[in-house]
């Protein structure tokens, strides 16, 4: 859920569009919702399985700089598949076949897995060979910028990739008909189609494996146009479009992940909003579990561990372990202390 039209036009400093997406940042309508979803699915409250403070920055956005959640709302913002658009679809008369509409989520499921092995192959960077953390790759007195402008350290370009494929997974609640029902009080039809009502996590979005994903007949996301309307035009006219079916914007705890208004139509029936917000927290908690089992098959348990613990801690070199050379020369250090300690007590006794 981005608005990536409002933040493609802000970033390009054009004319104000129609927010398109779970939003990135305050204001032409939405609300940062992309980085009160992350922070209310992976901040740290008591448990250690969590972001810490300057590390979750890096991933979800401080307000200043768009967190790497919100990368594709810079860099991708013309990319259907980034944001799990284009897989619109409506029974009966309608200008697209369920195989076009299951050809465009399937392209989404494509795009956000490459993503998700790219964060897998990253993190192989994160370790020396004795598995301990290299203090250059996780360091973050500076942010994260983008892969593209020159980032080169494991842990920003890691949790890049990760925030890219969470952004599209959000997306996917926002976006699509998963987790929503329509407007009872209207007919169904292309400015109103159906909901599937589902919860989250959706076996749609199986990022570790390579299948196709196996699509509900009903299940729908919008057209996407930048003249985004009900009903649609341009490329547009005649289908579900991204306006009528988003969930994108309103206001969201970021502790609790509680919303506290709606601001799409869509959104507004039922409790559709809540329902796309709280599939897309239950979602990236389960996309952080996937990731730390896909570093396990990657790496073994042990690696994988202290990847982990690089990947969300803010101070990896202190808190995740010495490497397997580090701990020979602490082990040699230590026997040095020992044996001058005996040769003291020696002397010790002999003068007593
Ligand atoms: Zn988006």
Not at 66 to 95: K, N, Q, W
Request: aromatic letters at 4%; a negative charge.
């Amino acid at each position: 859920m981005a608005s990536r039209a409002a933040a493609g036009l802000l970033t390009c400093l054009l004319l104000p569009g129609p927010a398109v997406a779970f939003g990135t940042v305050d204001g032409g309508g939405q609300h940062r919702e992309h980085e009160r979803i992350t922070r209310a699915a992976l901040a740290c409250s008591g448990g250690r399985d969590c972001f810490e403070p300057v590390t979750l920055d890096q991933l979800a956005g401080d307000g200043r700089g768009f967190g790497t959640v919100g990368a594709p709302d810079r860099t991708e913002v013309s990319i259907p598949a980034a944001h799990c658009d284009d897989a619109d679809f409506l029974a009966g008369d309608y200008p697209r076949t369920r195989e076009q509409a299951t050809t465009g989520l399937t392209d989404c499921v494509t795009h956000l897995r490459r993503r998700f092995q790219e964060a897998v192959r990253s993190a192989g960077q994160l370790l020396d060979d004795g598995g301990g953390v290299i203090g250059a790759e996780v360091r973050l007195d500076t942010g994260c910028r983008l892969a593209a402008h020159g980032e080169q350290r494991a842990k920003c370009t890691t949790l890049e990739s990760f925030g890219r494929a969470l952004h599209g997974v959000q997306d996917f609640y926002a976006h699509s008909s998963w987790a929503d029902e329509a407007d009872p009080a209207r007919p169904v039809a292309a400015d109103n189609p159906p909901g599937m009502n589902r919860r989250a996590p959706s076996p749609v979005l199986d990022l570790r494996g390579d299948g196709v994903p196996d699509v509900p007949r009903d299940l729908a996301t919008g057209c996407f146009v930048l003249q985004d309307t009900v009903p649609g035009s341009g490329a547009c006219a005649g289908r579900v479009t991204h306006a009528a079916l988003n969930k994108d914007n309103g206001l969201i705890d970021p502790v609790t992940g509680a919303v506290t208004s709606a601001e799409t139509p869509r959104g507004r029936v039922g409790r559709n909003f809540e329902k796309a917000v709280t599939g897309a927290v239950v979602e990236t908690r389960h996309q952080w579990r996937e990731l730390r089992a896909a570093l396990r098959d990657e790496y073994g348990e042990r690696r994988a561990a202290a990847m982990a613990c690089a990947l969300t801690r803010d101070d990896p070199v202190d808190e995740c372990g010495t490497s397997g050379s580090g701990r020979t020369v602490a082990l040699i250090l230590a026997g040095l202390m020992l044996a001058g300690l005996a040769v003291l007590a020696r002397r010790y006794l002999s003068l007593s």
